[in-house]
């Protein structure tokens, strides 16, 4: 169990236009998803919390008009990088949170989408 | 003082070595803790969650000291497929509740081990 899905696990797009990133728990219900980044020999950067149905919540220093971020149901999340430009080119990661439970503080992480910006 | 820190390696060994990573952790208020797994261009996988009694998952032991703030993972018997980077990660909620559950991630320590 707790298997979680992003779409695409690759993009590559010009500077200026915008990409959307889906993530969907599978086979659970998440209350709480979580958008990560991670450069090169970096660690993992939370970006934002997505809460279903109410506003994500942005870390210091993450533009919340570039990075746009929907909750519409209990299964799925969408990250949009808007007007994306080279410096956005990066491997992003969702996170899900399954609601309620004995491991309900555990997070299952998607495979990530490495996006590249030209 | 960064709030995860790991010794980022790598540590190469053989084969069936027993190998130790250490972490540390700076905010005293960290509710639970994690070993992440990472391999190369791939997603951190969940490989177990650090109990105050310690714990352990056939090869692998895990152990936290809250005084300390200092969390280990042991792999015995190594093995190749063992090759990954080790991340570990400290969360300041507990239990169930919460509408936020920041993950705090160390920088990781790469491990290979060799036939």
């Known amino acids: 169990g707790a298997v979680v899905s992003q779409h695409p696990s690759w993009v590559i797009c010009k500077s200026g236009t915008s990409v959307k990133i889906e993530c969907r728990s599978l086979?659970?219900?998440?209350?709480?998803m979580f958008w990560y980044r991670q450069f090169p020999k970096q660690s993992l950067m939370l970006m934002a919390t997505?809460?279903?149905?109410?506003?994500?919540?942005?870390e210091q220093g993450v533009e919340k008009d570039k990075f746009l971020i929907n909750h519409a149901s209990l299964t799925l999340s969408t990250l949009t990088v808007t007007s994306a430009h080279p410096e956005d080119s990066s491997f992003y990661i969702c996170?899900?949170?399954?609601?309620?439970?004995?491991?309900?503080?555990?997070?299952?992480f998607g495979p990530g989408t490495r996006l590249t910006v030209t | 003082r960064k709030e995860v820190e790991q010794d980022p390696g790598p540590f190469n060994v053989p084969e069936g070595a027993t190998v130790a990573f250490n972490c540390t952790y700076s905010?005293?208020?960290?509710?639970?803790f994690f070993w992440y797994r990472q391999d190369c261009r791939k997603e951190p996988k969940l490989l177990m969650s650090v109990y105050s009694s310690g714990n352990e998952d056939g090869r692998f032991t895990a152990q936290l000291n809250r005084a300390s703030q200092y969390i280990s993972l042991l792999i015995r018997d190594s093995k190749l497929s063992d090759s990954a980077t080790y991340l570990c990660?400290?969360?300041?909620?507990?239990?169930?509740?919460?509408?936020?559950?920041?993950?705090?991630f160390g920088k990781g320590t790469k491990l290979s081990v060799k036939p």
């Open positions: 905010n005293s208020a960290s509710q639970s």
């Open positions: 997505s809460n279903e149905g109410s506003k994500a919540t942005y």
């Open positions: 990660v400290v969360n300041m909620l507990g239990g169930y509740g919460g509408s936020q559950g920041n993950l705090i």
């Open positions: 086979d659970f219900q998440a209350t709480t």
């Open positions: 996170s899900a949170r399954r609601r309620g439970g004995p491991l309900a503080y555990e997070q299952y």
